[in-house]
C-alpha cells in the first residue's frame, strides 16, 4: 500500500518568512497527524485531525501555526511567519480511527528558518 | 496530557550483545505502546508494540514488557547487530488515538 506522502522534503527560508507543508495520508486513514521533531528529541504533537475536524491542539502555536484539513483527506501546516526555533523536521503521520493501532509516518519535511 | 520519559538517551553496546530501553508513563488510560524506530533522515517505523491487556510480546530478537501497575514498559533486544544502530522512540497512546512519544534513545552497536 502507498504510504504518507509529505512535501517538500526540505525547505529553507528566512525568518519572518511564510512556509507550507503538505501531506497525503494513507488511503482510507481517518486521522491524521503532524509532529515536530526537533533534531535530538521526540516527536511532539502539533495537532490530530479526525476526518476534517480538530481533535488535539493543544501544542500547536496558535500565533504562528496553522493547519487545514478541509475534505478530510490531504492537510496542509503553515507558519506564518517562522522564527529561528521553528527549524526541525515536521512530520505527518496517520492511523485508522476506531481500535488504537500504530500511526504510520511520512518521510517528513526538513525545515531551516536561517 | 500524557508524559513519556525514556531511558537512557545514549547506549553502546558490543555486537551480539543485549539493549534494554525503558520507557515510564503518567496517564493511566493509556492502553497501547508503540515502539518506533527511526534511521538518520528517515521516517520513524513501527518495530512492535504491546497493548495494555498482555504483559509481554516477542518478534524475533525483539521483545517488550510491560508493567501496568507501574506505569513502564521496556524494549528488549538480543543478539545485537550493526544494522540495529538507530534512534528508538517509545510512545503511549490512549483511546482517541493520541500518541506521546519519549526523548528517544541512540542506540549503537559496535562490531
Known amino acids: 500500500e502507498a504510504g504518507v506522502a509529505q512535501s517538500p522534503r526540505y525547505k529553507i527560508i528566512e525568518k519572518r518568512q511564510s512556509v507550507a507543508f503538505w501531506c497525503n495520508p494513507i488511503?482510507?486513514?481517518?486521522?491524521l497527524y503532524w509532529y515536530q521533531q526537533i533534531l535530538g528529541q521526540g516527536p511532539k504533537l502539533l495537532i490530530q485531525?479526525?476526518?476534517?475536524?480538530?481533535?488535539?491542539d493543544s501544542q500547536l502555536p496558535k500565533d504562528r501555526f496553522s493547519a487545514e484539513r478541509l475534505k478530510g483527506v490531504d492537510s496542509t501546516l503553515k507558519i506564518q511567519p517562522a522564527k529561528l526555533e521553528d527549524s526541525a523536521v515536521y512530520l505527518c503521520?496517520?492511523?485508522?480511527?476506531?481500535?488504537?493501532?500504530?500511526?504510520?509516518f511520512g518521510q517528513g519535511t526538513r525545515l531551516t528558518v536561517v | 496530557g500524557e508524559n513519556v520519559e525514556q531511558h537512557p538517551s545514549t547506549l553502546s553496546v558490543q555486537e551480539g550483545d543485549s539493549a534494554v530501553i525503558k520507557c515510564t508513563y503518567s496517564?493511566?488510560?493509556?492502553?497501547?505502546f508503540p515502539w518506533y524506530k527511526q534511521e538518520l533522515g528517515k521516517r520513524p517505523q513501527l518495530i512492535i508494540d504491546?497493548?495494555?491487556?498482555?504483559g509481554e510480546k516477542k518478534d524475533q530478537r525483539i521483545a517488550v514488557t510491560l508493567n501496568k501497575t507501574a506505569k513502564h514498559f521496556s524494549l528488549h533486544i538480543t543478539e545485537t547487530q550493526p544494522e540495529d544502530s538507530a534512534v528508538y522512540f517509545c510512545?503511549?497512546?490512549?483511546?482517541?488515538?493520541?500518541?506521546?512519544f519519549g526523548t528517544g534513545t541512540s542506540l549503537t552497536v559496535i562490531p
Open positions: 503521520a496517520s492511523s485508522l480511527v476506531g481500535r488504537v493501532t500504530e500511526a504510520f
Open positions: 488511503s482510507g486513514h481517518a486521522t
Open positions: 485531525f479526525q476526518n476534517n475536524g480538530v481533535v488535539d
Open positions: 496517564d493511566s488510560a493509556s492502553n497501547y
Open positions: 504491546i497493548r495494555s491487556n498482555v
Open positions: 510512545a503511549a497512546s490512549k483511546p482517541g488515538n493520541q500518541f506521546y
